[in-house]
T-cell receptor, first 117, second 113 residues
Framework: DTEVTQTPKHLVMGMTNKKSLKCEQHMGHRAMYWYKQKAKKPPELMFVYSYEKLSINESVPSRFSPECPNSSLLNLHLHALQPEDSALYLC????????????????FGSGTQLSVL | DQQVKQNSPSLSVQEGRISILNCDYT??????FLWYKKYPAEGPTFLIS?????DKNEDGRFTVFLNKSAKHLSLHIVPSQPGDSAVYFCAASAGGSQGNLIFGKGTKLSVKP
């Protein structure tokens, strides 16, 4: 199994709603990531989890709250989003190791296309 | 300031010919480079990578060349096939950055039959 599965594929929410994005992988990867991609822009890193602990937060607003319940699951909780948060949210995973550049090879899910009205 | 630049937003190539996608970077700390392919409504898919200790890596129809002195890399696809039509992202990372890939803006490749 070399897949990263993201649900839902599409989400429309109002600015007062609370919703969650889910991501799952069964490749034994101990690093998981959230990326955000706006139209015609490159993916931008939001969060990195290493061994289920948050290791990188790229100054993301608190209306985005990540959670890693176990080594296979990664959630992104959304609350009070703004219309400019509309984007494709990509989850990815990779191996963890020391001094091995191949750890940078990320496996991406298909993304959740989020629209905030 | 963009650290990874793909200056051609699009490229059109005839089936069977060579596709050359270019990427430039500014950060001399980058030591690992990757190419990802992305179809509409799908996540990026890893294609090929190269470490900074090499200048060429080949995998089937795909070859990546790295010119460290010029801070330039390129992806060659030969022969190009219609199924190669997608957006290609160049990405780079610095040692120990653990997944903090810096992506270029992408080049949309169209391979015409």
């Amino acid at each position: 199994d070399t897949e990263v599965t993201q649900t839902p594929k599409h989400l429309v929410m109002g600015m007062t709603n609370k919703k969650s994005l889910k991501c799952e992988q069964h490749m034994g990867h101990r690093a998981m990531y959230w990326y955000k991609q706006k139209a015609k822009k490159p993916p931008e890193l939001m969060f990195v989890y290493s061994y289920e602990k948050l290791s990188i937060n790229e100054s993301v607003p608190s209306r985005f709250s990540p959670e890693c319940p176990n080594s296979s699951l990664l959630n992104l909780h959304l609350h009070a989003l703004q219309p400019e948060d509309s984007a494709l949210y990509l989850c990815a995973s990779s191996h963890l190791g020391h001094g091995d550049a191949t750890n940078e090879k990320l496996f991406f899910g298909s993304g959740t296309q989020l629209s905030v009205l | 300031d963009q650290q990874v630049k793909q200056n051609s937003p699009s490229l059109s190539v005839q089936e069977g010919r060579i596709s050359i996608l270019n990427c430039d970077y500014t950060n001399s700390m980058f030591d690992y480079f990757l190419w990802y392919k992305k179809y509409p409504a799908e996540g990026p898919t890893f294609l090929i990578s190269i470490s900074s200790i090499k200048d060429k890596n080949e995998d089937g129809r795909f070859t990546v060349f790295l010119n460290k002195s010029a801070k330039h890399l390129s992806l060659h696809i030969v022969p190009s096939q219609p199924g190669d039509s997608a957006v290609y992202f160049c990405a780079a990372s610095a040692g120990g950055s653990q997944g903090n890939l810096i992506f270029g803006k992408g080049t949309k490749l169209s391979v015409k039959p």
